[in-house]
């Protein structure tokens, strides 16, 4: 089994930024597939970004078109964390934002494929 526990949201102004923490632990690998979800009120919930492994330390890194260029994942293995950072937030990023991990190396972006999930972490942007 897989536990996630994220960390790192709250209340920002538009253009502000957040770094959210995501900790592994449990049975994870460091070939896992790593992503981060959002689901706004009344939405359903939508991808925002995966890192995977490509081989030996490469990992690549896959986005929603929505936060490309804005926001950036990224992944220590050494500490089974993985990070998002959100840059230039819009007020249309508010959303319960959530981890996920998924026991294969190749990219995902349907939540459906992901077999472990955090308990969400609200991220709210105000105008």
């Known amino acids: 089994q897989v536990q996630l526990v994220e960390s790192g949201g709250g209340l920002v102004q538009a253009g502000g930024s957040l770094r959210l923490s995501c900790v592994a632990s449990?049975?994870?690998?460091?070939?896992?597939?790593m992503g981060w979800f959002r689901q706004a009120p009344g939405k359903e919930r939508e991808f925002v970004a995966a890192?995977?492994?490509?081989?030996?330390?490469?990992?690549?890194?896959y986005y929603a078109d929505s936060v490309q260029g804005r926001f950036t994942i990224s992944r220590d293995n050494a500490k089974n964390t993985v990070y998002l950072q959100m840059n230039s937030l819009k007020p249309e990023d508010t959303a319960v934002y959530y981890c996920?991990?998924?026991?294969?190396?190749?990219?995902?972006?349907?939540?459906?494929?992901?077999?472990?999930w955090g308990q969400g972490t609200q991220v709210t942007v105000s105008s």
């Open positions: 996920a991990a998924r026991d294969s190396s190749s990219i995902a972006r349907d939540s459906k494929e992901y077999n472990y």
């Open positions: 449990g049975r994870i690998f460091s070939w896992y597939t």
């Open positions: 890192v995977r492994w490509s081989g030996s330390s490469t990992y690549y890194s």
